[in-house]
């Protein structure tokens, strides 16, 4: 069966083959004055161009090989940057990369660049010396000295831990500066040791560091060592502690009593 090509699918096939005419020998030229990249160079992986290999650097259009000293690995060489850093293990000096030494009871830290003691041990110049924890002492994270702090219920004293003497009705308190007891709630100290807390009438036990260890009740104020009835003048309520009066409004305080203002 012969195939009627249609007159505009004509000019549109001689069209292509026009442009491919013109272009072609453009495209061929371009090819040809690629250049070839230079030994031990690749093309760069974002934008064009080439860039030397790892372990090389450009000079006059080529990449020579970084001479490297012992016990490194190569790094980038751009932008003068050397091309080598000195292996975990070593540090460098004078341009060369000599080996670390780790004493006894030290290891490589992470970065592998210096070294830093086991636990138990401290830098002591260039060894890792021993911790002496004393009995009812425990290790510390802590770098400074002495690296060690007492067991709760014992306090320093020297290079030793010693217990700490909790008299009855009292508890181990454990603070920044140290151990040491406190009483229990409902006492209070009284030289070594602790008392019971006397409460009067009319007052209930607060477990404070300070004062008597109580408190008046709302409607009661404290006189030595009792609670004594808040007495509202006319025109008056209690304030906020509940444990005073001051004046409703517009009354003012005066000589103990609530009276309008002149």
Known sequence: MTRVLHPRSNIGELLI?????????????????????????????????????LGYREESGVCVIVERPANTYATSATHGQRGWDCSRGFQEHDNTCIEIFVPKNGYL??????????????KSGETCALINVPENGHLTSA???PGWECN???RVSGNLCI??????????????????????????????????????KNAYLVYASYGNGWKCERG????????????????????????????????KKRNYKCTLPD
């Open 17 to 53: 083959i026009l442009i491919a005419l013109i272009f072609l020998p453009q495209i061929s030229m371009a090819e040809s004055t690629v250049k070839p990249l230079p030994q031990n160079a690749q093309a760069k992986r974002f934008g064009n161009g080439w860039e030397c290999k």
């Open 109 to 122: 830290t992470a970065n592998g660049n210096r070294w830093d003691c086991e636990r138990g041990y401290r």
């Open 143 to 145: 770098m400074l000295d």
């Open 152 to 154: 709760l219920g014992h």
């Open 163 to 200: 217990a700490i003497k909790v008299p009855q009705n009292a508890h181990i308190l454990e603070t920044n500066n140290g151990a040491k007891w406190k009483c229990n709630y409902g006492y209070q100290a009284s030289n070594e040791g602790c008392i019971a807390i006397t409460v009067p």
């Open 220 to 251: 009661f104020r404290s006189n030595q060592k009792e609670c004594q009835e808040v007495k509202l003048p006319e025109n008056a309520h209690l304030d906020y502690s509940g444990n005073d009066w001051e004046c409703d409004r517009p009354y």
